[in-house]
């Protein structure tokens, strides 16, 4: 069942980091997130380039850095602005082989402030089981993610893992002046630090959520390279869109989406990220709507039930239904 519910946090996306217990414990008390000889560290802004990356340089800049295709790597990332603002909230529930099992929150806190020199904005989720659920295996698992306002990458994840006997706090910082990604598991009074190398910017477990966001047009036919970080290592997956549907969101009408999902299996990879599941994000703002995921212990369903302050997201007229079903939706 853990697997189950945090799978939904995560659908292609992943698994999960690093960084010291301080930076945690300054977010849970409130206190700023930069330490002072960090907020005297003069802002860097992530040095990229405008060039396009092939496909072939990508994964390149995965396994050898210091190439060209890794100096190019942040290319990946769509420069200002952000296409999310504080004040978005997205909710969804999710269900197992068909049962109710309870419900995840995806918001854009108004917090934006420096991180070590680069200006952030946080992004949070909540993932909480109902009650029937809880009568077997409880759930409460909080994320967040610090992410680069410029670029859109992550710079820092955070997760507070509760679930029934599975309670730990994992944390990334990802280092990209350095080329390193410091993990850490601080579990039943210990910490267990890790470091892994890092060879461009990377989107992270919450981060991931809102990749899509930020390449500007999608068409049935395209491929996309996900550039994702767990807790181990980087993976790139490789997702396509592979069909257009129309969606209905309960509390926004129907809407054009796009269906996403994994062109090929990664080897060793995060579960998600394997064939067997698909996305659909809706056609303009790429927000996820609904993600349904095989596994070998039943299959999840995850559905978009609430969206605010989405800049472009609304439902279609009756008329552009009727359009869109004639154009193959």
């Keep these: 069942m853990a697997d189950l519910l945090w799978a ?84 969804f529930s999710f269900k197992w082989s068909g049962i109710a099992a309870g419900r995840a929150s995806y918001k854009v806190l108004d917090v934006i402030r420096p991180y070590k020199g680069h200006k952030v904005i946080k992004l949070d989720s909540l993932i909480e089981s109902n009650a029937f659920v809880n009568m077997f295996y409880s759930v409460h698992d909080h994320s967040y993610s610090l992410v680069d306002i410029e670029k859109g990458f992550s710079r820092f994840y955070y997760l507070d893992k509760k679930e029934d006997r599975h309670q730990y706090l994992d944390t990334v910082e990802y280092d990209y002046e350095q080329g390193v990604a410091h993990y850490n598991r601080h579990e039943k009074g210990k910490d267990n630090p890790k470091d892994f190398p890092l060879y461009g910017p990377v989107t992270d477990v919450m981060s991931v959520i809102y990749y899509y966001r930020q390449i500007p047009k999608l068409s049935v ?35 054009r989406a796009l269906k996403v999902s994994p062109a090929e299996d ?51 007229s009756s008329k552009e239904i009727k359009a869109a079903k004639k154009d193959g939706y």
């Excluded at 996309?224 to 509390?251: A, C, N, Q, W, Y």
């Excluded at 990220?273 to 596994?295: A, C, F, K, Q, Y």
Aim: a negative charge.
């Design 8 to 91: 939904v946090g995560v659908f292609v996306f992943a698994v999960t980091g690093a960084g010291c217990r301080l930076h945690a414990q300054e977010e849970d008390t409130g206190a700023p997130i930069a330490t002072e000889e960090a907020a005297a560290v003069t802002q860097q802004e992530a040095k990229g380039t405008e060039t396009p990356v092939s496909k072939e340089g990508i994964r390149s800049a995965l396994v050898e850095p210091g190439t060209p295709e890794a100096k190019m790597f942040p290319a990946v990332f769509k420069i200002l602005p952000l296409p999310y603002e504080p004040g978005e909230d997205l909710t």
């Design 266 to 316: 990664v080897k060793n990879g995060p579960a998600m990220s394997n064939m067997g599941s698909s996305m659909w994000i809706e056609e303009v703002t790429h927000i996820p709507l609904r993600v349904t995921i095989d596994l070998s212990f039943g299959s999840i369903t995850m559905y978009l039930v609430e969206a605010n302050n989405v800049v472009g997201l609304k439902g279609l």
């Design 221 to 255: 036919g395209d491929t996309i390279d996900l550039p994702l970080s767990t807790e181990k290592e980087i993976f790139l997956v490789k997702m396509i869109v592979d069909g257009k549907d129309l969606i209905k969101v309960r509390s926004l009408g129907t809407v």
